[in-house]
């Protein structure tokens, strides 16, 4: 049974730090690339950032220079390091794991930017 389980949403103050986690089980972690997105009520779900099995990332360009990705092959996780928040970074967060043959998606965990 294929999990992703993700922690480290909350309320933030504008300028403020979180850092998600998200946890993966019942897949060849390394060979998945990993993904961050996120959906604000009435909107699209958007692709926040990325990271392939080696370690490649990519930012949607609203993030780049405050958010970072990073994986852990060893412990199956990927991480999403969010500095310099600003309001319009409030939405549900979701991880992703993605190859070509398969997706999963968590549960999501809400990220909250304000004052």
């Known amino acids: 049974q294929v999990q992703l389980v993700e922690s480290g949403g909350g309320l933030v103050q504008p300028g403020g730090s979180l850092r998600l986690s998200c946890a993966a089980s019942?897949?060849?972690?390394?060979?998945?690339?990993m993904g961050w997105y996120r959906q604000v009520p009435g909107q699209e779900r958007e692709l926040v950032a990325t990271?392939?099995?080696?370690?490649?990332?990519d930012y949607v360009e609203s993030v780049k220079g405050r958010f970072t990705i990073s994986r852990d092959n060893a412990k199956n996780t990927v991480d999403l390091q969010m500095n310099s928040l600003k309001p319009e970074d409030t939405a549900v967060y979701s991880c992703?794991?993605?190859?070509?043959?398969?997706?999963?998606w968590g549960q999501g965990t809400q990220v909250t930017v304000s004052s």
């Open positions: 992703n794991a993605n190859n070509v043959r398969r997706n999963y």
């Open positions: 019942g897949i060849f972690f390394s060979i998945y690339t």
């Open positions: 990271i392939t099995g080696r370690g490649n990332a």
